[in-house]
């Protein structure tokens, strides 16, 4: 996040680093019916 901070600017790797992360994160819970969240397929970027 500094690179943010720093730059301004968001680049290509800091963006995989954060959607990387936000997948680790999701996979820590689970969904009502056993699932965990993080299993399905990313969302499309719009």
């Known amino acids: ?3 943010i ?3 301004g600017k968001m680049s290509d790797d800091t963006l995989t ?3 990387d992360a936000i997948a680790e994160f999701k996979k820590q819970f689970e969904t ?3 699932k ?3 299993e399905d397929a990313p969302a499309a970027a719009k």
């Open 36 to 38: 965990l969240l993080g």
């Open 1 to 3: 996040m500094t690179s």
């Open 17 to 19: 680093a954060v959607a």
């Open 32 to 34: 009502a019916d056993g």
């Open 5 to 7: 901070k720093e730059g």
